[in-house]
């Protein structure tokens, strides 16, 4: 099996295990993290050879930016405090705890290269969470906190990796100059990715068309990340700039046919990248039992160690700081989304899970120092980066459909029930107004503006019935059977006339371009229903 044949397979992977984590309840990454590991031990199976400066230019970018279309900038603004408190000041204090530990216990390894080991197992992946927590049905606020440490850790984290490398390959390290980088870092990244997002909102209304637009939103962040990389800024705070400013601006409310597009292109670029990240994740196992050899029973020691320190800090930090959230919550009367329970802060722990940024920042350890000498314990940090990554995914992955199950942590679904009532009732209501406008501009026939406002008012009832009392409920209903009906021998009739239109296409003296432009005609009817 060569390179090629093995990526595809895990992108042929990556689609099947969708299917068998929704009939199972377990996570995709986590299946195909245990898909790359048993090709791992498979003797015709090559090791992957990609180079490590590559894996987070190319996985992270299109990971961020589909995760931030799932979310807004509001979402991370009533957040920002939760946030800030689990994606900046947890991973200082997991960098610390592990780089302490490590010192202690590793041999021939130096302070430099132990924090170099804290910061690249200090953040739980954002991809490994969200896939996660989307799929266990928590509340909200849980997945909202979930999904803002997940994509803000990385900053802190990858510029706290950058710090400890250099010290360790220099052999000097200077605080004033740590914060200072880490400043600018955030100043150069915020800046690039405003750029990037108002350029690349002002050239999609250029272009117009669906299709490049879509094109374009595949290019925006890698530039957004190449850019703020080149420029010494962080990168992945650059995407995530970029990708909240074009959730808020790109699309305006009549761009259908972008959005649609949009959306189904990013979640088939979402499952494919998931699937191949998390493999490759699996794959390394040819590394860690490579370095591993002949030194079992220590790095296991040391390994296990660093693991049980990663996951009781994070326990440690979560217990008081969701105490004291909940405290200011109730003293201020903060509107922000907070563990309200010590069940869903258990969660929040064991969702702490390790992926893509940690084993692409180990493998990116250098060789050598600049004295010429090996990077102290580059073997072990691998080694032991590669355990926890491993054992949060596997066992906290495996584990936590479980945990939410026996800790009876569910979403607010009455809650949800009543949003999507007020955004019903939102949206009838600016319709009717909206005809009311059209009224009062040009005469309607009295037919047809009874349909219209009936239309309005359908267009509420099907998103929330409950906008409306029992008895004109009912009557909606009688109407909406009599609507399927309609709408379900139309769909076989447009049926009947695709069929006609594809037959056509294999006649001769048919032109295959006329042919599927009239078939794209019946299949947008067909949308439209």
């Known amino acids: 099996m060569d390179q090629l044949a093995l990526f595809f397979g895990l992108m042929l992977a990556a689609i099947v295990m969708v299917p068998v984590g929704e009939r199972t309840g377990l996570p995709s990454p986590v299946l195909m993290t245990l898909f790359g590991g048993v090709l791992a031990l498979i003797p015709q199976v090559p090791n992957v050879r990609i180079n490590p400066a590559l894996i987070l230019p190319l996985l992270l970018p299109p990971l961020l930016y589909a995760s931030v279309q799932r979310t807004s900038w509001a979402q991370f603004a009533a957040n920002r405090r939760a946030i800030f408190l689990l994606a900046v000041a947890l991973v200082f204090v997991t960098t610390a705890a592990v780089a302490a530990v490590a010192d202690a216990v590793v041999p021939g390894i130096t302070v430099a290269s132990a924090f170099t080991l804290g910061s690249l197992v200090a953040p739980p992946d954002p991809v490994a969470a969200t896939a996660v927590a989307g799929r266990l049905g928590l509340p909200r606020r849980m997945t909202s906190i979930l999904e803002g440490e997940g994509l803000f850790n990385d900053v ?67 530039a957004s990340y190449a850019i703020a990389e080149e420029l010494h800024g962080s990168g992945v705070l650059a995407v995530l700039t970029t990708a909240l400013f074009l959730a808020e601006h790109a699309l305006g409310a009549d761009d259908v046919t972008a959005r649609l597009a949009g959306t189904t292109f990013w979640d088939i670029v979402d499952t494919l990248v998931i699937g191949i990240a998390f493999g490759l994740i699996g794959l390394e196992l040819h590394n860690v039992f490579r370095v591993g050899a002949g030194n079992w029973g220590p790095m296991l020691r040391h390994a296990a160690l660093v693991v049980a320190v990663v996951a009781v800090v994070r326990l440690l930090y979560l217990l008081p700081a969701a105490w004291i959230a909940r405290k200011l919550h109730r003293l201020r009367d903060m509107d922000e989304d907070i563990p309200m329970t010590w069940q869903e802060t258990v969660i929040m722990w064991w969702a702490g899970m390790r992926g893509v940024a940690s084993v692409a920042l180990a493998l990116a350890i250098p060789l050598r120092t600049h004295a010429g000498g090996p990077f102290p314990a580059r073997a072990e940090l691998l080694f032991i980066a590669f355990a926890v990554v491993l054992a949060t995914l596997v066992v906290q992955g495996l584990t936590l459909p479980w945990m939410v199950r026996r800790l009876e942590v569910g979403g607010d679904i009455e809650a949800e029930h009543d949003l999507e009532r007020d955004l019903a009732l939102r949206a009838m209501t600016a319709a009717r107004t909206r005809l009311k406008e059209i009224e009062r501009n040009e005469p309607l026939d009295e037919e047809l503006t009874e349909m219209l406002y009936r239309r309005a008012f359908d267009l509420g009832v099907r998103i929330s019935p409950d906008v409306v009392e029992d008895e004109r409920r009912e009557s909606h209903a009688r109407r909406l059977r009599r609507i399927r009906a309609l709408r379900r021998i139309q769909e076989d009739m447009l049926s009947a006339a695709r069929a006609a239109v594809l037959e056509a296409r294999s006649e001769p003296g048919h032109d295959p371009e006329v042919v599927d432009r009239v078939l794209r005609h019946l299949d947008l009817r067909s949308l439209r229903g």
């Open 156 to 222: 802190t984290a990858i510029v706290l990796y950058h710090v400890a490398v250099a010290a360790a390959v220099s052999g000097h390290f200077s605080v004033p100059h740590a914060i200072l980088q880490l400043v600018l870092s955030a100043v150069v990244a915020v800046a690039v990715g405003l750029a990037l997002g108002w350029g690349a909102n002002k050239l999609m209304s250029v272009v117009g068309d669906a299709t490049s637009q879509v094109g374009l939103s595949l290019l925006v962040p890698y």
